[in-house]
């Protein structure tokens, strides 16, 4: 890699190249672990295309980058001693998460440059840089600025695993998870007046849900006022319930109990009702109307919790409920709650401890399987959970966002939807909001300072140019190593008008407080606390996926990429954050193509995991694992190939031993034909190097092939330009087994091996042997660059002093184009295959044939033999046989075969010798003027 400059080729091409930029931008792989399967197929994905692009004449841009902050890095920090993590303030947690990043970038670049990835190695990017997380705090205050941000307590997901806020695109579903359901019972304190004559027993109405430690937690009974609702009783007990009626064929399945029908009503006459708190009796609860009551599952009533669902909290919203938090950042409930919940985890035992409270009003519990949401670093389940976060207005930037993406091209085009541009517009409409502060401490802060007493958030452009300045001389530490008295100046407190005293860097979360609001987008949330409230401080990060989403603003000076290019999952992760941030603050996609590609499973089609032992490494694949026997070292070339061959198709990529061996043999077919065509150009003068400009330079043959090479590179350009790379790797297969390797090296070895070294024939074909050569190493050099690079150091003509991606290759001629020779050929090729039917004898150079023929075939045929009878004719070269005499006499057959009566040349094998043990006279001749003695061996 060194003779051959791959790591001095980005600088060289930047400085060099004077053709049109192609921008490719990286998203930056996690800085986290060592290099795996789905590392190898981005990054080699990527560096295709860049190298197929500098041989197109492009100069390329490519600054490799690196996610560096977030929680699994934070997590790893973590591990072990638990007393030990007590110990670790905000300062060492950062400075071990720093060291750990730094380690994962090492590895991973180290064997990213080993694959010959293309890229600006020298100044890679960094999300925990100073540089590049200035620049995040101004975008984010910019966004800020223009409305786009805001502050405000919504119910997020929430990971009691990890103690902090997650999106989505940090979300993972298990689509097995067992929940516990129950159908619970909810008194009516007031009944609405068309049911008051039907009963004057206690009324209850039945709820569903699959969440029941949030039944303690309930603000108001949920209808649909277009749904019917019937007024039943249950076997013969005297208590009277209200249910969907659809569902009470269902209601009487599941209890397998009498359900009797008193009568039925629209759901609207429930606007009167109201209902009993289960844990509070004194408490009297609203019955509120809500479009998202159904009937596909349940009883058609839903309990409201407006902290720990969506739907909850706009109905809260709309009817001025208040919003009660009373589950802390464990998942735990507060001290707000009945005694006996009180500290419990809500998932386990505290659901547990619900229904032991409530158990006199559960009617049926069941496990239910549904599909649920995990964390997707611990693989815990999480929770919906109401808490101030800062979010992003998608709302306003959404539909905007669906408009740039008309101007986007996705790859690959046949993929279907899941991997198209509809895939990601589908995204984009189902995202209510974006949720981008977490409660950890291993990222960027926030840069907001709040007051103690009024709870107000306090974030201005002065305040920034302070931060960022501090970070320039004290580090991006510096919101943890610095006292509010130090971050702030005075001249700022003054306009401010407050203390150092009354600000504080963290939020105060209260657990228990009664919060209302009404949630203007830049307003403060006022709160109005109970004295028994608890508290905890959190100071907010930013969401990893807003520290990758805006790196298009500090790494591409303003310029739009041409190419973002992806796995499958970016979808929700940073295809989206990076078009959403662009939109807001430029009113743009930061993209104009889009190339999606599957991610690594094993040959059963599952992900990769080490706890299952399916891990593929791609280092022991290129290198050799541990045993030689079972993990032998299959090369860089054979890893390029399998990626190029695989990885452009499908959502998923399996990694199988059959599929890598099958690379290995479609790489090492390609060695052997390579090797034969430098050996073939030993003796071959770069003078004599020349273009066939006219019909007459070359034989029809040559011709044909020089024609097919121009097709092929046609051909492959186009995949390339397309992103086709697995159609490019089978069509060369194709075309070297079958075209070159079969074909016409097979029928050229005469001329090659036979004819006088100068002799102007066998210059011909090695004139198309030099430029197959150059085609085939200009069409695979994006895909396998070390074996390109390797041609050209054994290449006779250049031995290591030129490179493929320097100096380039030579293209195909557009005077190679000769569409008419394909019928004059196919007309000799059907000639060959007959003949090879025909014939008596595997080895058609005992033969001689006699060809019939009339009228246009037989002057196609002169084209190719002028003479009425040769040995030394095309036509006998391609049918491979020692002599065709060609006749226009009509005859009923098409050619006729008969044992040559000459003798076997001990020179070039073929039977054209008259006399016994004797040179032909064509080989006799040219021992003749080389000076040479006969040998009897072949050379063919």
Not at 778 to 793: N, Q, S
Not at 901 to 917: G, I, P, V
């Amino acid at each position: 890699m060194a003779t051959c400059g791959f790591s001095s080729l980005y600088a060289w091409q930047r400085k060099n190249v004077t053709g049109p930029d192609f921008v490719l931008h990286d998203g930056p792989p996690y800085a986290n672990g060592k290099p795996h399967m789905g590392h190898a197929i981005n990054k080699i994905l990527k560096d295709i295309t860049l190298r197929h692009k500098l041989l197109q004449g492009h100069k390329v841009h490519y600054v490799p980058g690196w996610d560096c902050h977030g929680l699994p890095i934070e997590l790893k920090v973590l591990q072990g001693d638990l007393s030990k993590q007590a110990s670790l303030t905000a300062i060492d947690v950062r400075k071990k998460a720093r060291d750990v990043a730094v380690e994962a970038i090492d590895k991973q670049k180290s064997v990213f440059r080993c694959w010959g990835i293309l890229a600006d190695w020298e100044d890679c990017y960094y999300t925990f840089d100073t540089k590049y997380i200035k620049n995040q705090l101004w975008q984010f205050y910019h966004m800020f600025q223009l409305g786009l941000i805001f502050r405000d307590m919504k119910p997020v997901f929430w990971s009691p695993s990890s103690r902090t806020a997650l999106a989505e695109a940090e979300l993972e579903y298990n689509p097995s998870h067992r929940s516990t359901a129950v159908t619970a019972r909810l008194r009516l304190t007031r009944l609405p007046e068309p049911l008051r004559e039907h009963t004057s027993e206690e009324v209850f109405a039945l709820v569903w849900t699959t969440t029941p430690w949030t039944l303690p937690l309930t603000r108001a009974i949920c209808f649909n006022p277009h749904l019917q609702y019937s007024l039943c009783t249950l076997d013969s007990s005297a208590c009277t319930y209200i249910v969907a009626s659809e569902l009470v064929d269902s209601l009487h399945n599941k209890l397998n109990k009498t359900v009797t029908t008193l009568t039925t009503f629209p759901g609207s006459c429930l606007n009167e009702a109201s209902y009993q708190h289960p844990c509070w009796p004194e408490e009297e609860l609203p019955f509120l109307p809500g479009d998202h009551v159904n009937v596909t599952k349940g009883t058609g009533l839903a309990h409201c919790a407006p902290a720990h669902g969506p739907d909850d909290f706009l109905i809260a919203l709309k009817h001025n409920l208040a919003v009660e938090c009373h589950v802390d950042g464990d998942g735990c409930f507060s001290d707000k709650v009945p005694v006996s919940l009180r500290g419990l985890p809500v998932l386990t035992k505290g659901t547990e401890a619900a229904l032991q409270l409530l158990s006199g009003d559960i009617l049926h519990v069941e496990d239910y399987v549904h599909s649920y949401p995990y964390d997707w670093r611990t693989k815990q389940p999480v929770i919906w959970r109401a808490s101030h976060q800062w979010f992003i207005d998608t709302d306003n930037i959404k539909q905007t966002a669906v408009e740039r993406l008309k101007e986007v091209t996705f790859h690959p085009k046949h993929s279907g939807v899941s991997m198209s541009g509809g895939g990601l517009v589908s995204q984009l409409k189902r995202r209510p909001y974006w949720c981008i502060s977490r409660q950890r401490v291993w990222g960027v802060p926030i840069p907001v300072l709040y007051h103690k007493v009024d709870g107000r958030a306090i974030i201005n452009r002065s305040l920034l140019e302070r931060v960022c300045t501090l970070m320039d001389t004290h580090g991006t530490d510096v919101w943890w190593s610095l006292p509010v008295e130090q971050i702030v100046s005075e001249e700022w407190l003054l306009e401010q008008k407050v203390t150092a005293q009354e600000l504080e860097k963290g939020q105060i979360i209260w657990f228990g407080g009664r919060i209302h609001s009404n949630f203007s987008k830049l307003s403060e949330v006022s709160c109005e606390l109970s004295v028994s409230t608890t508290k905890d401080k959190i100071e907010d990060i930013l969401d990893i996926w807003f520290d990758s989403g805006i790196s298009w603003s500090c790494v591409l000076d303003d310029k739009v990429a041409d190419l973002y290019m992806e796995g499958v999952d970016q979808f929700t992760g940073w295809f989206q954050s990076s078009l959403l941030t662009s939109v807001a603050l430029k009113d743009r996609a930061p993209y104009r193509n889009v190339f999606v590609h599957g991610f690594a499973v094993d040959d059963k089609g599952r992900k990769m995991s080490k706890s299952v032992g399916n891990v593929v490494d791609p280092v022991d694949i290129v290198q050799g694992g541990k045993n030689p026997q079972k993990q032998p070292a299959l090369g860089i070339d054979t890893l390029r190939w399998w990626v190029s061959s695989h990885a452009t198709q499908h959502a998923t990529v399996p990694v199988s031993q059959s599929t890598l061996q099958d690379s290995k043999d479609a790489v090492h077919k390609l060695r052997l034909v390579l090797k034969f065509l430098l050996g073939a150009l030993h003796d071959y003068p770069p003078l004599t190097t020349r273009e066939p400009e006219s019909g007459d330079s070359f034989t029809p043959l040559d011709q044909y092939m020089l024609h097919l090479l121009w097709s092929l590179n046609q051909q492959i350009v186009e995949m390339y330009e397309n992103y086709q790379y697995n159609t490019v790797c089978a069509t060369l297969v194709n075309f070297v087994t079958n075209q070159v390797s079969a074909f016409y090296c097979h029928i050229i070895k005469d001329r090659l091996y036979c004819e006088h070294e100068s002799d102007p024939r066998r210059r011909d074909c090695q004139t198309v042997l030099f430029y197959i050569l150059e085609t085939l190493t200009g069409a695979f050099a994006p895909v396998v660059p070390h074996l390109a690079e390797e041609v050209y150091l054994y290449h006779p003509h250049y031995t290591g002093s030129r490179s493929v991606f320097r100096g380039g290759v030579v293209v195909p001629s557009p005077h190679w184009n000769r569409p008419h020779l394909l019928q004059q050929m196919n007309t000799v090729l059907e000639l060959r295959r007959q003949v090879n039917k025909a014939a008596p004898t595997p080895n058609t150079w005992e033969l001689d044939a006699v060809v019939f023929s009339q009228g246009d075939v037989f002057t196609t045929l002169q084209l190719f033999q002028a003479e009425e009878y040769s040995s030394e004719s095309q036509l006998s070269e391609i049918l491979q046989v020692s002599s065709v005499r060609l006749s226009n006499k009509p005859n009923s057959a098409q050619f006729q075969l008969e044992k040559s009566r000459n003798h076997l040349c001990a020179r070039c094998r073929r039977y054209t010798s008259l006399q016994t043990d004797q040179p032909c006279p064509r080989c006799q001749q040219v021992l003749d003027t080389s000076h040479q003695t006969p040998l009897n061996e072949s050379v063919g």
